[in-house]
């Protein structure tokens, strides 16, 4: 059975805890409080601090890239193999216009292209997630609330947990009630309304909706020269800078949508099928 880590949404708020995480006195006040996770301290005996909004996902084993038997792997998948990836905060949900709009509020990110395409130039999609970010956006956002980007091999721990599966959900094909792909609205959808398509620690939307930005350098061939390694956080140096997840313009069932599917882009690159979830170490 897996275990369902939705830490955040099923423990009050305690105002006397505060989020020891959150940095600088822009950041927003909702993301300044955490809450104990009760039985899992830290080491050193102390309460657990959980930044709003966020799941932890527990140190463990994964399989990262082209699982044996997929006919749809691209080259930079391979090889697949088991890494060991250390316990981690990530978001629950990608982070939204409304939450993004904060951010440029008090200047400390950038306003999206004023696109009828990019979300946070409307006013009818508060809830859905902001998208036409750069990485050099994403990372701006991140770190405003005191959070960062999750590397890749995090992200590919948090979509497919301790299973052997191609998609967040299992191995299914994509539809509708899974995700916000293409054929589905051609547009992107409110986060976390299409709850049958989480990840095995509930974790939404990791198909679909906005393709997400790591923070790792990208390399075509990195998989064949960390295999085996603890924590990978990818090249030192590079040009572009991975994405991860599909979005909502990918038909269902196409290669794309799988989990171990590695695109990048240039740190500048902004399209709008590009957003952001963010991270924290444990």
């Known amino acids: 059975m897996i275990c369902d880590l939705r830490l955040c949404t099923a423990l009050l708020m305690s105002t006397a805890l505060m ?5 600088g006195d822009d950041a927003p ?8 996770s009760g039985g899992d301290g ?14 932890l996902i527990p140190a463990g084993e994964v399989w990262r890239g082209c699982l044996m038997g997929d006919d749809d792997c691209d080259a930079n998948e391979s090889p697949g193999g088991m890494i060991n990836v250390s316990a981690f905060f990530l978001d629950e949900y990608e982070a939204t216009v409304a939450e993004y709009r904060k951010c440029v509020n008090v200047d400390a990110c950038e306003e999206t292209a004023d696109d009828p395409d990019c979300n946070l130039s409307r006013n009818d999609r508060n809830d859905h997630p902001v998208n036409c970010l750069s990485w050099n956006q994403a990372t701006a956002y991140c770190e405003w609330r005191g959070l960062r980007l999750p590397t890749e091999a995090e992200w590919e721990r948090a979509a497919r947990g301790d299973q052997l599966q191609l ?3 299992g191995d299914d094909t994509p539809s509708c009630e899974l995700a916000a792909v293409d054929t589905c609205g051609n547009s992107t959808s409110p986060v976390g309304s299409l709850r049958a398509g989480d990840s095995p620690f509930g974790i939404a939307d990791m198909t679909g909706n906005v393709s997400e930005w790591v923070s790792d350098f990208y390399s075509a061939n990195y998989y064949a ?13 590079g040009n572009e800078h991975g994405v991860k997840g599909s979005a909502f313009t990918v038909p269902p069932g196409f290669p794309a949508q799988r989990i171990s599917k590695r695109n990048s882009a240039a740190p500048e690159s902004a399209l709008r099928i590009y ?8």
């Open 19 to 23: 989020c020891m995480a959150c940095t």
């Open 29 to 36: 006040a909702e993301d300044e409080t955490g809450t104990d």
């Open 42 to 55: 830290d080491t050193d005996g102390g309460p657990l601090f959980v930044p709003l909004g966020t799941i």
């Open 167 to 169: 998609y967040p959900w």
């Open 225 to 237: 020269n960390s295999e085996g390694e603890d924590d990978p956080q990818g090249p030192d140096s």
């Open 275 to 282: 957003g952001v979830r963010c991270a924290r170490d444990r």
